[in-house]
């Protein structure tokens, strides 16, 4: 399901891309030493996946795609470390949730809202392709098919900022993470909706319904559709 943290592969369309993308090149590594000898996760309390994108942020991000979920926050720091001059930054769609198990223990959990994902901005394309092999858990960055082949490669898939910054207020301001969906699918609706109360009040985007359930739908960039679960009363006609 959507949102559960042991959600270990993305979407059948997505690893047809994944396959397609071949790394040409491998240079001395910039990772550092010391950061292969990591455990393998983060510093327990420790979030770096939650970090806040800057609202007056802009320009483009890439996607590293992960050998497993578990290995987000780890991967996370390697990539910041790595470019810590240029200011790389990464963002994963994700929300801290309090979860109650069967015997009744509670316990605060991380959901992802698109498994295996880190969005990372500040290196450059030819950056990205040649160091992902010294990267550990990192198994490649999202290629764009649609985009022409540069040097004989894929050229990488991009996210705008706004398109991000959009996501994380969706995020911010649902109940639950099972509430927003990605799908690389293309959704067909006829009809475009707006949130005219509550707190997703201003978010527009295609009216989309399964399951007797309501979606307010809206493109992350090429990447596919973010589907957010919304009462059709809080919502109008555009």
Same mark, same amino acid.
């Given at each position: 399901?959507?949102?559960?943290? @042991?959600?270990?592969? *993305?979407?059948?369309? #997505? &690893?047809?891309? %994944?396959?397609?993308?071949?790394?040409?090149?491998?240079?001395? +590594?910039?990772?550092?030493?010391?950061?292969?000898?990591?455990?393998?996760?983060?510093?327990?309390?420790?979030?770096?996946?939650?970090?806040?994108?800057?609202?007056?942020?802009?320009?483009?991000?890439?996607?590293?795609?992960?050998?497993?979920?578990?290995?987000?926050?780890?991967?996370?720091?390697?990539?910041?470390?790595?470019?810590?001059?240029?200011?790389?930054?990464?963002?994963?769609?994700?929300?801290?949730?309090?979860?109650?198990?069967?015997?009744?223990?509670?316990?605060?959990?991380?959901?992802?809202?698109?498994? @295996?994902?880190?969005? *990372?901005?500040?290196? #450059? &394309?030819?950056? %990205?392709?040649?160091?992902?092999?010294?990267?550990?858990?990192? +198994?490649?960055?999202?290629?764009?098919?649609?985009?022409?082949?540069?040097?004989?490669?894929?050229?990488?898939?991009?996210?705008?900022?706004?398109?991000?910054?959009?996501?994380?207020?969706?995020?911010?301001?649902?109940?639950?993470?099972?509430?927003?969906?990605?799908?690389?699918?293309?959704?067909?609706?006829?009809?475009?909706?707006?949130?005219?109360?509550?707190?997703?009040?201003?978010?527009?985007?295609?009216?989309?319904?399964?399951?007797?359930?309501?979606?307010?739908?809206?493109?992350?960039?090429?990447?596919?559709?973010?589907?957010?679960? *919304?009462?059709?009363?809080?919502?109008?006609?555009?």
């Amino acid at each position: 399901m959507p949102g559960d943290e @042991r959600i270990t592969a *993305v979407s059948d369309s #997505t &690893e047809t891309m %994944a396959k397609e993308s071949t790394i040409q090149s491998r240079k001395t +590594s910039v990772v550092p030493e010391a950061l292969h000898k990591s455990s393998g996760s983060a510093v327990p309390g420790t979030h770096l996946c939650n970090t806040p994108l800057d609202p007056e942020g802009t320009g483009e991000w890439y996607v590293a795609i992960l050998d497993h979920q578990k290995y987000t926050d780890t991967c996370c720091e390697y990539i910041t470390k790595c470019f810590q001059e240029q200011h790389c930054t990464c963002y994963v769609p994700c929300k801290q949730e309090m979860h109650v198990y069967a015997n009744r223990t509670k316990r605060m959990v991380t959901k992802y809202v698109i498994p @295996r994902f880190i969005f *990372v901005t500040g290196i #450059t &394309e030819n950056q %990205a392709y040649t160091v992902v092999p010294e990267w550990p858990h990192v +198994s490649m960055f999202l290629p764009d098919r649609a985009r022409a082949r540069v040097y004989g490669r894929l050229a990488l898939a991009k996210v705008m900022h706004r398109d991000l910054l959009k996501l994380q207020h969706v995020i911010d301001n649902i109940p639950s993470a099972d509430d927003v969906t990605f799908s690389p699918d293309q959704l067909q609706f006829d009809e475009q909706i707006k949130v005219v109360r509550g707190d997703l009040k201003g978010l527009e985007g295609g009216y989309y319904k399964s399951d007797d359930n309501d979606y307010l739908v809206f493109m992350l960039g090429k990447l596919g559709n973010i589907k957010v679960r *919304v009462s059709i009363r809080d919502c109008a006609l555009k």
